[in-house]
């Protein structure tokens, strides 16, 4: 069975892309609820035939329309209806079904249904026990092929290891993924690096834009620096790191330059310099990986990003005036 999660992944580090569920599981079963069988605008129909001179063998056709000549071999298997339901997935595989269900007949006609559901592997595999398929198995009746029908799994490889990374995205924020092997993060660190190598910085505070942005983009899913690199020659997320360095809030933070930002925030804003500059802190270490990211980190960020963009945009109305 696929990992309905993923594989090559940290569990524990993932978020679930959807706030209203409380667990991984939680969302998978809504997500099936809202795709169930019996909402599906469309279906497959299939039936088992005996075969005339060995009734333990069936054929399993596809009905593709109701007029005589309307159906089409899929293929041999034991006169089972579970054995006919892995002959259907597999015939099926790699293929996008989640608007279709199938439906199993006893006869040609399609009257005697036997059984139906979704095209995902908790449908088709539903009520075999683990004895059942061994038995099947040592038939060779076994499910082969892609059977992510509903194309929840987004792959990759890592562009550090080179470890295949998996994840369900239909559940999980992929930029919340962090790679097994090595920790970096596959999906978030190539797409970060991709728009601040090419998002243009001659206009007057985009660099400053780009930094907060990117910032939010980091502690939105509690990613350390270290955990973003572009390659094996960026160790510890170097690039990211100094892009932030250059901001505000890593200035805050700097006893050298605090006195520079406190006078900036009080002559644009009524904001209270410590309380910015204890959040600024709080959010360095984050990024920093001196301590995980936890709720109060995800707090600390949205104060500070907020105020810092308050910052940027009374800098720029008061330059243009």
Known sequence: MHPFIGSGLIESRLHVAIRQYSSAEEAMVAWRNQHS?????FRCMFYMEPQKDNKRKAN???RTSFKSTGHKVVGTTDNDPIAARLLIANNRAGRYMTSIRWELYGDRKCEDLLDMGRFDQW???KGISPDQLTKLAERNIVPHGDWDFDKLLWRCACA????????NYHIFNIDSVICAECGNRPFLAPSLYHMIENMPTVLPGSEQAMTLHTLHWL???????KEVRRDIADPDGQRIRQLAERSLIWKATDHTQENQVRALIEKNTELDFG???????????GLCGEEAFREEHQIAAQFVLRSTELLRVRQLTTSTE
């Open 37 to 41: 069988s019996e909402r599906s605008p």
């Open 275 to 285: 309380m910015y500059q204890a959040a600024c802190a709080k959010v360095r270490k």
């Open 160 to 167: 550090i290891c080179n470890a295949k990374v998996m994840v």
């Open 219 to 225: 502690s939105s899913v509690g990613a350390a620096f």
């Open 60 to 62: 399993v056709l596809f």
């Open 123 to 125: 449908d088709l595999l």
